[in-house]
């Protein structure tokens, strides 16, 4: 009969104190295990996310309250100066009537009609005022060409690029220029002292 230690008997042996064999598993250590996912972290992460998200969304809000505010405006000045065709159309009219005015001074009969028409005329512009329609103030200021059109400079002893005459009234339709202001204006007068070239 064979012991349990005789090589022969086929049984195996005792694990020894010695390396694992090449291939073998080392058994897992505990300690050395993969941390768990941190909480804290994850809850920063998400209160960083939720901030971005919050800034992105009161962006949004504010574009989206511009682009209202810029359409309404839009809106509002398409209504505001729909009727400029129209003004300009009824400016034409009331210079007619002006003209129609200067040339009745013949007669008594004539300077009747004539007052008459001025008071059509003086209604025709208080209408037009009350929808925002205003008469440029020319007579006496400074050229501005924003607002005035020069059709004849004359000598004055006026300061240089002043109003003289109004020609032909200009106006504006709730401040935006519809037609300007037809005037003379000023130049300085040729110095009767001018040196003399040979001296």
Do not use: C, W
């Not at 250590?29 to 800034?55: H, M």
């Not at 004849?152 to 020609?167: D, K």
């Amino acid at each position: 009969m064979t012991s349990p230690d005789d090589p022969a008997s086929g049984a195996p042996k005792p694990p020894t104190d010695g390396p694992p064999p090449a291939g073998a598993t080392p058994p897992s250590d505990p300690k050395g295990a993969a941390p768990a996912d941190d909480p804290v972290s994850d809850v920063a992460g998400l209160r960083a996310t939720v901030a971005s998200l919050e800034d992105r969304l009161r962006r949004t809000q504010a574009e989206f309250v511009n682009d209202l505010r810029r359409v309404q405006r839009q809106a509002d000045e398409r209504v505001r100066y729909a009727a400029q065709p129209v003004v300009e159309d009824v400016l034409g009219v009331a210079d007619a009537l002006h003209r129609a005015v200067d040339g009745l001074k013949d007669n008594e009969h004539e300077r009747r009609v004539a007052e008459g028409l001025r008071m059509v005329e003086r209604q025709l512009i208080d209408g037009l005022a009350r929808h925002g329609v205003a008469r440029i103030d020319a007579a006496g200021k400074p050229f501005d060409p924003a607002v005035h059109e020069a059709v004849l400079e004359v000598e004055s002893p006026a300061a240089p690029h002043t109003v003289l005459q109004v020609v032909r009234p200009g106006f504006t339709l709730h401040g935006r220029l519809v037609r300007a202001a037809h005037v003379v204006v000023s130049k300085p007068a040729a110095s009767a002292a001018e040196p003399d070239a040979r001296s």
